[in-house]
């Protein structure tokens, strides 16, 4: 078990983990770790190349500006949404970058941020590389990474694609889910109770509480600020924020609508895939393309469920964590490897388990679950239109949110099942790997060519 809930769980900027948060944290340690071997002071020109998806659909989800931001020494965590403007209009107009706030060099932005869109490096489809050289042109440093999805980086030689080579030092290590079932039997425990003992043991658990609350705070405040902010989202399809004007109407007198609670769910899931969209602050769970689903179950939870609480929401995040941590480790959370099932799919099985723990359902129905919420996203494609996280990816956190809380009820209801969790992570596996590139987030095909531009 090498990933704590908190990587899972990223505080960041749209419109995209893999495209955006990953770049900007590759693009800063790159330059972090010139800083630290001294050689900084003899950087005047960085040169940054994308490759694979990033190249293809980099300008659609913003990888240029997560670039540019990165090696300004900016952190997806700390940056505000609304300065991001300024900071970039200063770069380009003034042609001049300050590697991480300090070092002064030219910027020519064609010349030195290059998108290599029929090229592919060989660890992953996101690839980058850095190259940094000194005034008389001779290279200093150079080095590849990849973003291998949720916001997650590897560097090229002697990192593993996982958190880290090292297991962390928890008590009740697991790398299944049948080892996870069988470790939470044999101590009595729920899942969400496993989880919080493995986080402890990293630090406080006062700490571990107060930062899952914050992570839930910043979910809760991305449906909000998504339920305010009216007008076109950025990238040139024109496209309209619709959760605004679906709130209003909602407020709209006919409560005695039966379909009330799922029109909820529907507009919570595409305010946060709108702010996603327009660049705004979400979590990644365990994506930004997916970043509404998760927030969209658990607001479900807290206004629809009666007796619901902080604690249940805790138990929904321990939960959900410990199901993309599977995922994580034994397959994929990236769309540009697996298409939309290992994004939307994930974040749906997440949610499924994590609604069974808040409602203190049983381990076995958590995981009976989380794999409902998978097995019917299996084969689904990353084919967005222009490269953006617009569409389908708003409409398709909204459904899959539905299809979560069908999942948890349904496994409440049934009791015993057939397909196990494990084996729905590995089919999901094998199915994104036999998937053809051009459904995997290179905006090559599928609604990306069928559907025009507007």
């Known amino acids: 078990m090498r990933t704590s809930v908190f990587d899972l769980f990223k505080i960041g900027i749209g419109p995209s983990s893999s495209h955006t948060v990953g770049p900007m944290r590759a693009s800063r340690r790159f330059v972090a770790e010139l800083e630290s071997a001294g050689k900084l002071e003899r950087v005047a020109r960085v040169l940054s190349e994308l490759f694979g998806s990033l190249a293809l659909t980099g300008i659609g989800h913003g990888t240029d500006r997560a670039v540019l931001l990165g090696l300004s020494g900016e952190k997806p965590e700390e940056v505000d949404p609304e ?46 590389r850095f ?71 990293l630090r406080p658990e006062a700490e571990v509480r107060s930062r899952l609350l914050e992570i839930w705070s910043v979910m809760n405040s991305s449906i909000d600020r998504g339920l305010r902010i009216e007008g076109i989202l950025p990238g040139g399809l024109n496209v309209r924020r619709r959760a605004p004007r679906l709130w209003r109407k909602l407020q709209s007198p006919g409560a005695d609508d039966p379909f009330r609670a799922m029109d909820r769910v529907n507009i919570f899931a595409m305010a946060v895939n709108e702010e996603n969209a327009a660049g705004g602050r979400v979590v990644t769970a365990p994506t930004n393309g997916a970043a509404g689903l998760v927030p969209a179950v658990g607001r479900y939870y807290r206004e629809f469920v009666a007796g619901a609480s902080d604690e249940g929401l805790l138990r929904y995040l321990l939960t959900a964590g410990a199901i993309g941590i599977l995922y994580k480790e034994n397959a994929s959370i990236s769309g540009a490897e697996v298409g939309c099932q290992g994004e939307v799919g994930v974040a749906c099985s997440m949610a499924a388990a994590g609604l069974v723990g808040a409602l203190g359902g049983s381990n076995s129905e958590a995981e009976h679950a989380a794999e409902i ?8 494609t990353c ?35 057939k397909v196990s969790l494990d084996q729905v992570i590995e089919t999901m596996y094998q199915t994104g790997l036999d998937m053809q590139a051009r459904y995997k987030e290179t905006a090559l095909a599928g609604l990306a060519v069928n559907v025009k531009e507007c």
């Not at 996280?389 to 015993?416: S, T």
Request: include cysteine; charge should be negative.
């Open 383 to 417: 084919d967005p239109i222009g490269g953006l996280v617009q569409i389908p990816c708003i409409e398709r956190n909204a459904f899959g949110a539905v299809k979560a809380i069908n999942a948890a009820r349904m496994a409440m209801q049934e009791g015993e099942h």
């Open 131 to 201: 190259s940094a050289f000194d005034a008389a042109g001779q290279l200093i440093e150079s080095a590849v990474f990849y973003s291998i999805g949720g916001g997650f980086i590897v560097k090229e030689h002697g990192e593993a694609a996982a958190s880290g080579e090292t297991a962390l030092p928890v008590p009740h290590p697991f790398s299944s889910g049948a080892e996870m079932l069988a470790r939470a039997e044999r101590l009595n425990l729920p899942i969400w109770k496993l989880m919080l003992e493995n986080e402890s043991s």
């Open 83 to 128: 300065a991001i403007p300024a900071l970039l209009e200063h770069i380009r107009s003034q042609h001049i970058l300050r590697l991480l706030g300090m070092r002064a060099i030219e910027f020519d932005e064609p010349r030195d941020l290059l998108f290599h869109c029929d090229e592919r490096l060989a660890g992953h489809p996101n690839g980058m």
């Open 373 to 380: 919420g998978m097995e019917h996203h299996l084969g689904m």
